[in-house]
């Protein structure tokens, strides 16, 4: 189909429209209805249909790819790299899984994640999506304050964390952090979950509290945690947005309808397909990082790279290393880093086989004309900008792969 009758039928048969895109993510129950539009300006989508977001980023590719790459953790802070394959994830995802409801984790409940940008945090969003419990992940970088505001507004049941996180070199100790929110928040969680890096010491543990997952998953290697199936209008995460005004306020996402948004984001957006390879340098703290980090690239059954560092650490060709031995098809980032990235020298990103890399996609930010024309020279590629929010999840304005650019105003929508 062409893309000018693909799009005019989004417009003109919008509901038959997405019942098609639906297809494309496994339902446990199929939708009584595409769309309900009865309480406006609310809208429900794939009524009545069940699903679940970890079922479709992991358990449906192990028959087809279990052996492939999921996920890649490339850490510069710790000089380590970690590498999952779907079966490999759908372990670990289990296991966490099984500690999560041992801690009493039950479907609806609210979990705080605060950690830094590692496949372990991943493994956290997983597990909780598993067993229907709505994950808040909290940006690693945040001080004890907004970390509270942000308890005492999710009321989570659960607290998970890391000893540490580390920028620049410099280790971030995180339970004293969590130490300090906690007792400023009016609504602590009863358990605090830690995943020790061994980055911080011996774990400063408060007694009835907190709990080292190393310790809690030796009793659950073997767990097989049957999948939570979600009516689609489930909420599955609340994403903190800090808004221009007062308290940050908490985006609260449902599962269905992003699902399908994902799926279809993913090849008509982003141009990945199973067994391909996209690397988003986002946190995963950001709305980016949850749909393109992790949700959106294992939902198509390709591969997502996590990356904990700086763009410049050890040396500013790093980002072009880490796309030359995996094959990066795909990549996103935001403008800051590549305006980072232009006041060194352009050999560090040439001097690589960069031949598997078609699309660079930048967000999060108005992207000036001067870095745009930059990065597209050097890599002698079209820079994709794209516009869009926390609050949507997937973005809303976009120029597509394949299709003819036109003369765009950069950093504008």
């Not at 129950?29 to 980023?57: E, H, I, K, M």
């Not at 590692?118 to 808040?136: E, F, P, W, Y």
């Not at 999710?154 to 995180?174: H, S």
């Not at 703290?285 to 591969?303: E, F, R």
Request: glycine letters at 8%; aromatic letters at 10%.
């Amino acid at each position: 189909m062409r893309y000018e009758d693909w799009y005019r039928r989004s417009i003109v048969e919008p509901e038959a429209f997405w019942a098609e895109q639906a297809r494309a993510i496994h339902w446990h129950r199929a939708p009584d209805a595409t769309l309900d539009y009865s309480s406006p300006p609310f809208r429900r989508w794939f009524v009545g249909g069940q699903t679940n977001l970890c079922f479709n980023a992991v358990d449906r590719h192990l028959d087809e790819r279990g052996d492939q790459l999921a996920l890649v953790g490339w850490s510069t802070e710790t000089d380590s790299v970690r590498e999952l394959s779907y079966r490999e994830l759908h372990r670990e995802v289990n296991v966490f899984a099984a500690g999560l409801q041992a801690l009493g984790v039950e479907r609806g409940d609210r979990v705080v994640i605060y950690m830094p940008h590692t496949v372990d945090a991943a493994i956290a969003m997983l597990a909780c999506a598993r067993i229907g419990a709505i994950h808040s992940v909290v940006f690693g970088g945040f001080a004890a304050h907004n970390l509270a505001l942000r308890i005492d507004d999710a009321k989570p049941r659960l607290l998970i964390t890391a000893d540490a996180g580390i920028r620049g070199g410099k280790v971030i100790p995180f339970l004293p952090l969590v130490n300090e929110a906690l007792s400023r928040a009016s609504h602590p969680p009863a358990r605090v979950l830690v995943v020790d890096r061994g980055l911080a010491g011996p774990l400063p543990l408060q007694e009835g509290r907190d709990v080292d997952y190393a310790t809690l998953r030796r009793s659950h290697e073997d767990a097989q945690v049957p999948v939570a199936w979600l009516e689609s209008n489930e909420p599955s995460y609340i994403l903190y947005t800090s808004g221009t005004t007062g308290r940050p306020k908490g985006v609260q996402r449902d599962v269905g309808g992003y699902a399908v948004a994902l799926a279809l984001s993913m090849w008509s957006v982003y141009d990945i397909r199973p067994g391909q390879v996209m690397f988003s340098t986002s946190d995963i703290g950001w709305v980016v990082g949850h749909s393109y980090n992790v949700y959106g690239p294992l939902i198509a059954g390709a591969t997502s790279i996590l990356y904990e560092g700086l763009p410049t650490a050890p040396d500013p060709g790093i980002w072009w290393r880490i796309v030359e031995r995996y094959r990066v098809r795909t990549m996103f980032s935001s403008p800051t880093a590549l305006r980072v990235l232009k006041k060194h020298d352009p050999a560090f990103i040439t001097d690589r086989d960069l031949s598997s890399l078609e699309h660079l996609f930048l967000a999060g930010e108005p992207l000036d004309e001067p870095t745009a024309r930059w990065i597209s020279d050097v890599l002698g590629r079209p820079v994709i900008d794209n516009y869009w929010q926390t609050e949507t999840g997937w973005p809303v304005l976009t120029l597509l792969p394949g299709l003819d650019m036109k003369p765009v105003r950069l950093g504008s929508p």
